[in-house]
Nanobody, 123 residues
Framework: VQLQASGGGLVQAGGSLQLSCVGS????????KAWFRQLPGKEREFVAV????????EYADSVKGRFTISRDNAENAVWLQMDDLKPEDTAVYYC?????????????????WGQGTEVTVSS
């Protein structure tokens, strides 16, 4: 079971990026999926989560109204659309999957992790 994240890059403040995460393994397609981010020397921070069927989402207050999480189980993919990016959004972003059928903001609830994709927002 693997998750492959991509889509990071360098963008100016106010710009947009879309992160993608594709999973391998059919059972993984229905798992709860989330995005976290991390700065060097800091703990991993919750960004957004989406339920297995895609009908329920939750966001960190810092990204609410600017980021959108979505998924397509047929493609075993989850996306994070990031709009109106700010310098404080700069981090390495990780996708994660959990067998628990509840929306969780705790990294300890996620068993599977992608390798991370770096996002840099310049001011």
């Amino acid at each position: 079971v693997q998750l492959q994240a991509s889509g990071g890059g360098l963008v100016q403040a106010g710009g947009s990026l879309q992160l993608s995460c594709v999973g391998s393994g059919r059972t993984l397609s229905m798992y709860t999926k989330a995005w976290f981010r991390q700065l060097p020397g800091k703990e991993r921070e919750f960004v957004a989560v989406i339920s297995g069927h895609g009908r329920n989402t939750e966001y960190a207050d810092s990204v609410k109204g600017r980021f959108t999480i979505s998924r397509d189980n047929a493609e075993n993919a989850v996306w994070l659309q990031m709009d109106d990016l700010k310098p404080e959004d700069t981090a390495v972003y990780y996708c994660a999957a959990s067998r628990k059928f509840r929306l969780s903001a705790s990294s300890y609830d996620y068993e599977y992790w992608g390798q991370g994709t770096e996002v840099t927002v310049s001011s």
